[in-house]
C-alpha cells in the first residue's frame, strides 16, 4: 500500500526538493502552494503528485486539501513547510508593523495548528508522521528577526505539546539550515547567498525521520544519521 503525503509550500525551495524525493520513492502527495502556475511548472513532471493551489491560512482552501486526500483514505505524513518570512528587509521590532505581524503568525503557527486539527483523525489511524520546518531564528536572539523567529518558537513550542499530547505520532520540529532559496535571499536582499546550500542537501535528513524510527523531538536536518543508499 501506498504512503501518503501532504506537503505545503512545494512549489520550491525545501518543499520542492522534498517532494521530488518523496515521488522518486513512491509516495502519493499532495501538494499546495500560493501560485497556481509556479506550483503546475515545478511538480507536473513528478508521478504520484497532485497539485491544489491555495493559501493556507484559508479555511476554504484546506477543506480542498482534506477533499484530495479524502479518496485515499489515510494520511501518513503532514509536513508543515510553507512560511512566511515578513518584510524585507526585516525589521527590528520596535517599528514592526503589527498587521504584518498577524499574518506571518497566521501562516507560520496558526495554519499548521489548523492543518493538524483537520487531518489528525487520519494520522493517529497510520500511526502517522507530523513534519514542522523550524529555524534556528526560533531559538536564537538574531536582531531584525523578530517576528519570523518569534512565530518559528511558537511553532516550536506547539510541536513539543503535540508530541507529548500524541503519543502514538512521530513529531519532528527540524531546522533545515541556511539554504540557497528565494525565501533566504528576501531575508538578505542585496546580499550573495550563492555559498548557502541548495534544500536538497537538507532532504536526507528529512527523509531519515520520516522513514526511521527516531523519536519525537526537535532535530537538525543535516545532523540527521542518515544510512547508505
Excluded: C
Amino acid at each position: 500500500m501506498k504512503q501518503i503525503a501532504l506537503v505545503t509550500g512545494a512549489s520550491r525551495g525545501l518543499g520542492l526538493a522534498l517532494t521530488r524525493i518523496l515521488s522518486r520513492t513512491g509516495w502519493d502527495i499532495v501538494v499546495d502552494a500560493r501560485g497556481s502556475e509556479e506550483l503546475k511548472a515545478a511538480v507536473s513532471d513528478l508521478a504520484g503528485v497532485i497539485q491544489v493551489p491555495g493559501d493556507v491560512t484559508d479555511t476554504d482552501h484546506r477543506q480542498a486539501l482534506a477533499r484530495a486526500i479524502e479518496p485515499f483514505g489515510r494520511l501518513d505524513l503532514l509536513v508543515n513547510n510553507a512560511s512566511s518570512l515578513g518584510p524585507s528587509p526585516q525589521p527590528g521590532l520596535a517599528g514592526y508593523p503589527l498587521d504584518v505581524l498577524r499574518r506571518v503568525y497566521e501562516v507560520n503557527v496558526l495554519a499548521p495548528l489548523a492543518l493538524l486539527q483537520e487531518f489528525l483523525p487520519l494520522l493517529r489511524r497510520s500511526h502517522g508522521v507530523v513534519l514542522n520546518i523550524t529555524s534556528d531564528a526560533g531559538v536564537e536572539g538574531y536582531p531584525g528577526w523578530g517576528g519570523y523567529g518569534s512565530s518559528k518558537a511558537a511553532l516550536e513550542q506547539m510541536s513539543r505539546v503535540l508530541a507529548a499530547e500524541e503519543t502514538d505520532l512521530r513529531v519532528y520540529w527540524v531546522d533545515p539550515g541556511d539554504m540557497n532559496t528565494t525565501m533566504h535571499q528576501e531575508a538578505y536582499p542585496g546580499e550573495d547567498i550563492s555559498d548557502r546550500p541548495p534544500p536538497e542537501e537538507s532532504v536526507p535528513g528529512l527523509l531519515a525521520l520520516i522513514e526511521g524510527t527516531l523519536p519525537s523531538g526537535r532535530y537538525q536536518a543535516r545532523t540527521v544519521p542518515v544510512s547508505d543508499p
